[in-house]
């Protein structure tokens, strides 16, 4: 349970988003909103633009930030989850913060790139309500414990609802779903294997079932947002080997216990697992359905997800026994744990500082 200083500092933070996205409001000038394609915001229409561009633009960003935030917080420091929350918030379409922080040191004239955008979560308020669901259903999944029959159950019926809203994000969460519980049924050897296969059966046969009845309202139409991602060798090699050959690495050297490692992370491998498959399906079935706009948010959430593990080991306090040990290994952990515990508190404020200027120059070149 998060302490008070903490439950204050998560307060601080999401305040602090909140009067980001206000000022952004207010210096874009958003406020019309274009349900045109839109599933769910139609709905809203009945209420005044100005409370509409509230909830869109404001409440399901922040809400964004918020369950991210939360996600990281169960293994990272305030600061390195908050960190990581923010950048896997404040997006701009086709210009990543890590192609600004490029192009601020290798490249100035990249920045005019910038100039007219709007950050991804308000341009696309479709994309956010999606993201919710899907960190919700995430949430629920990996917090339960019994994994009885009714509990997969009702899972299983809602990662498969949810592909009326998002096809992929559903097809991920549920190929995710079937992963986990089967793992964990095993691993509480409540249930015997028979039994076990039962309850795959039946949930891949609910989850057909669901998808059969709604054939008619998933929406193959999305919008299209060309150049967004290039899926192509770099992108599986950095947000898929580079997290497992980095695990693997700090597994062979910190000696970390596996039982440890599964224990707390078989959810995230598991997730970028699902992930994987369903990006090779898709490329497989149609190539530019990687640019629609729901197959894009969960997956770019995802990407940051993966690199958790490896921040929660290189930021734990070194090993009592490295600290007396002088050897060449011992030295490099301390500095590790040194550059990734004491001088965060140092670099991760400019970062920081550095989102706040990758938000906020579109409404300057705008001036």
């Known amino acids: 349970m998060a302490t008070k200083s903490a439950n204050n500092f998560i307060l601080i933070s999401n305040f602090i988003v909140l009067v980001v996205l206000i000022r952004l409001c207010i210096n874009n000038n958003y406020g019309i909103i274009d349900t045109t394609g839109h599933d769910f915001f139609p709905l809203l229409n009945f209420l005044p633009n100005f409370f509409l561009t509230i909830f869109t633009d404001i409440l399901l960003p922040l809400l964004v930030f918020f369950l991210i935030q939360l996600l990281f917080l169960k293994y990272l420091s305030f600061i390195w989850a908050t960190a990581m929350s923010v950048v896997a918030t404040f ?72 592909s009326i809203y998002s096809l992929s994000g559903s097809l991920i969460g549920i190929i995710f779903w079937f992963f986990y519980f089967t793992v964990k049924l095993y691993r509480t050897k409540k249930y015997q294997n028979k039994k076990i296969f039962i309850n795959i059966v039946s949930n891949i046969f609910l989850f057909f079932v669901v998808i059969f009845f709604l054939k008619n309202y998933i929406n193959f139409n999305n919008l299209k947002l060309e150049n967004l991602i290039i899926i192509d ?69 995802l990407h940051f997800y993966y690199f958790m593990p490896i921040i929660y080991y290189l930021s734990r306090p070194s090993n009592p026994f490295d600290k007396n040990r002088q050897s060449k290994g011992s030295n490099l952990k301390k500095k590790v744990s040194y550059f990734f515990n004491e001088l965060s508190i140092i670099y991760l404020p400019v970062l920081f500082v550095m989102i706040a200027i990758y938000t906020f120059l579109p409404g300057i070149f705008l001036l």
Do not use: C
């Open 91 to 162: 997006s701009y379409v086709g210009y990543e913060f890590k192609n600004f922080l490029i192009d601020v040191l290798f490249n100035w004239q990249g920045l005019k790139v910038l100039e007219g955008k709007s950050l991804f979560l308000i341009d696309y308020p479709n994309v956010s309500l999606a993201v919710i669901i899907f960190l919700l259903l995430a949430h629920l999944s990996i917090k339960i414990t019994k994994f009885d029959f009714v509990q997969i159950f009702l899972l299983t019926f809602l990662w498969s609802l949810f």
């Open 233 to 301: 060798l770099k992108y599986f090699i950095f947000y898929f080997v580079l997290p497992i050959i980095l695990i693997l690495t700090i597994f062979y050297f910190y000696k970390i216990d596996r039982f440890e490692i599964v224990v707390k992370f078989l959810h995230i491998y598991i997730l970028m697992l699902s992930d994987f498959i369903v990006t090779l399906v898709f490329l497989n079935f149609d190539k530019n359905f990687v640019n629609h706009e729901f197959f894009i948010y969960p997956h770019f959430v």
